[in-house]
């Protein structure tokens, strides 16, 4: 144990610990100077928390998650970053079930499960009447059934719509739409009941039930006319807005394996990019905030998702001129832009976007034994660079398929290779006796 003995700035001398040479050095006994002591025992147990958790990770993954998330559920940027992270381990996050969530997130056998608690617009007291309703009469069997065996002056019209938009009751009925509109009789219904048993009012359905093969009650409730069910873009938005994510699906989830290959980067990953660099990126855009500057110009402030989390953008006047008709809420895009920091914040600039519907990309196979011949791939860099114009405003992207005797490997080509147009490179790839074909990102769906 070191007693310190006085305090003063030494300006740069020579130190015997790997603290900083300058600033706050502490003078001991004997002359001995120390830098920026840390405390061993503080940086033991943080060592010690730093192998538990890892441990945990490695051994009990659906725990481990379900636990972070579950932590972290007031964060909705963690924990989409969170679900992009355990999707990568090979877990799922399923969306709530009536009949199985509890309070948080809870792990299952290989999946995770979304709490109820994590549900908009139902609130504490609705959930631990759910609860208590399982626990004492077992699962429930109908929207029916829900409503009549929980106080409807708790779990009111609203919880239960939320309960619907978000996928909890979809065992009752995959027909979301179908549900809602059932609502409003079966709540009428249910009401009515639990005034007659306020009362001690029998139900002449139940009476003649518990005696015979009669339909109880439960089965005789009201039902409205069918309907067609939520168009399923519909039926997404309607489930993040009560979730706060996409659970079920994701309207980028189709294109996710040639999103990773178009676009490496990832939003969540955007942080870890240096300044002004250009990076492409496959997102949905949530939301965009038109701006008119003060010279009249037309640009926009968007916020964007991925599979892995969200990040903000903006859409200066001489980008929004050429892909303003783009830029609108709930489009597909696939963007090319510069990385911005400011104000401790890191931002896109978004130069150029396309639907992805329009993104179209050259495909050349390659034989595995003349990946690494020098000559073909000299060829092949010639031809490219011949396709790729001399404005730098090339998007079509290439992609080298390796062909093995048994599988393949897709690799995408760097910015540089990058075509003008995908029908005269195929044609000029073909020329040259290159197997080659167009096709359109949408079309390489998982």
């Given at each position: 144990m070191v007693k310190i003995v006085q305090r003063r700035s030494l300006g740069i001398q020579s130190v015997y610990d790997i603290g900083l040479a300058q600033d706050h050095n502490f003078l001991i006994a004997e002359g001995w100077v120390a830098a920026n002591c840390f405390n061993k025992s503080h940086s033991t147990a943080y060592g010690y928390v730093t192998y538990q958790t890892a441990y945990l990770k490695a051994n009990y993954p659906v725990e481990y998650m379900a636990a972070l998330l579950t932590?972290?559920?007031?964060?909705?940027?963690?924990?989409?970053?969170y679900i992009a992270t355990a999707l990568s381990m090979g877990i799922e996050v399923e969306p709530p079930d009536i009949n199985r969530s509890g309070v948080d997130f809870t792990p299952l056998d290989q999946n995770i499960l979304f709490g109820l608690s994590a549900v908009r617009n139902l609130g504490q007291g609705a959930i631990e009447a759910i609860l208590a309703a399982r626990a004492e009469d077992g699962n429930f069997t109908s929207l029916a059934e829900l409503c009549d065996?929980?106080?409807?002056?708790?779990?009111?019209?609203?919880?239960?719509?939320?309960?619907?938009?978000?996928?909890?009751?979809d065992e009752f009925d995959a027909n979301r739409n179908q549900l809602v509109h059932d609502l409003a009789l079966i709540l009428e219904w249910a009401q009515s009941r639990a005034k007659d048993r306020a009362i001690g009012q029998g139900n002449l359905f139940d009476t003649i039930s518990s005696d015979t093969d009669a339909p109880s009650s439960i089965e005789t409730a009201p039902k409205a006319e069918p309907v067609e069910d939520f168009q399923e873009s519909e039926k997404l938005k309607l489930e993040k807005e009560i979730l706060g994510f996409y659970i079920s699906n994701h309207p980028l989830r189709e294109i996710e394996r040639p999103a990773r290959l178009m676009a490496p980067i990832s939003l969540a990953n955007l942080e870890e990019q240096p300044e002004k660099t250009?990076?492409?990126?496959?997102?949905?855009?949530?939301?965009?905030?038109?701006?008119?500057?003060?010279?009249?110009?037309?640009?926009?402030?968007?916020?964007?998702?991925?599979?892995?989390?969200?990040?903000?953008?903006?859409?200066?006047?001489?980008?929004?001129?050429?892909?303003?008709?783009?830029?609108?809420?709930?489009?597909?895009?696939?963007?090319?832009?510069?990385?911005?920091?400011?104000?401790?914040?890191?931002?896109?600039?978004?130069?150029?976007?396309?639907?992805?519907?329009?993104?179209?990309?050259?495909?050349?196979?390659?034989?595995?034994?003349?990946?690494?011949?020098?000559?073909?791939?000299?060829?092949?860099?010639?031809?490219?660079?011949?396709?790729?114009?001399?404005?730098?405003?090339?998007?079509?992207?290439?992609?080298?398929?390796i062909q093995g005797q048994q599988k393949s490997q897709l690799v995408r080509l760097g910015a540089?290779?990058?075509?003008?147009?995908e029908h005269l490179a195929v044609q000029a790839l073909s020329s040259a006796g290159f197997r080659a074909s167009s096709s359109g990102l949408v079309d390489m769906k998982n």
């Open positions: 932590a972290n559920s007031g964060d909705q940027d963690k924990v989409q970053k065996r929980v106080d409807p002056r708790v779990v009111n019209r609203r919880a239960l719509e939320a309960l619907i938009y978000s996928g909890a009751l250009t990076v492409s990126a496959i997102v949905l855009l949530t939301e965009v905030k038109p701006i008119i500057t003060k010279k009249g110009d037309r640009m926009a402030i968007v916020q964007m998702e991925d599979l892995s989390g969200k990040a903000e953008g903006v859409v200066f006047p001489r980008s929004f001129e050429r892909i303003g008709a783009y830029i609108e809420a709930d489009h597909r895009l696939m963007i090319w832009g510069k990385v911005d920091r400011r104000d401790e914040r890191v931002q896109l600039i978004v130069e150029d976007a396309e639907p992805i519907e329009e993104v179209r990309l050259v495909m050349v196979e390659i034989p595995a034994q003349d990946a690494g011949n020098i000559q073909q791939q000299q060829r092949l860099k010639e031809i490219l660079r011949q396709q790729a114009g001399e404005d730098n405003s090339a998007k079509v992207s290439v992609i080298a398929k540089q290779f990058r075509v003008q147009n």
